[in-house]
């Protein structure tokens, strides 16, 4: 069964950075475009960026510019890595498939909190 494990979260003030990993088990990850969602309290959950299977990567606009998604198929595990963070990006982070083509089980999110 696909599974999914992000981690990585943590408190770090405005203008710090982090660096979120998603190990998948169950799929041949290298088939699937994957994404990095987060969820606010009392919102829904949003897409914050995908990358394809080739390793091409877009990005909402709240997040272009400071977040980063890369992937590395040998490890299964899909990474984002958070620049220039505001208190408005603190939420729980996810991922999953490009919504796209679906979505898998979601796992239980890693908690970021930007506040000083």
């Known amino acids: 069964q696909v599974q999914l494990v992000e981690s990585g979260g943590g408190l770090v003030q405005p203008g710090g950075s982090l660096r979120l990993s998603c190990a998948a088990s169950g799929i041949i990850f290298s088939r699937y475009n994957m994404g990095w969602y987060r969820q606010a309290p009392g919102k829904q959950r949003e897409l914050l960026g995908v990358i394809t299977i080739a390793g091409s990567t877009r990005y909402e606009d709240s997040v272009k510019g400071r977040f980063t998604i890369s992937r590395d198929n040998a490890k299964s595990t899909v990474y984002l890595q958070m620049n220039s963070l505001k208190p408005e990006d603190t939420a729980v982070y996810y991922c999953?498939?490009?919504?796209?083509?679906?979505?898998?089980?979601w796992g239980q999110g890693t908690q970021v909190t930007v506040s000083s």
């Open positions: 999953n498939r490009d919504p796209t083509y679906g979505s898998f089980p």
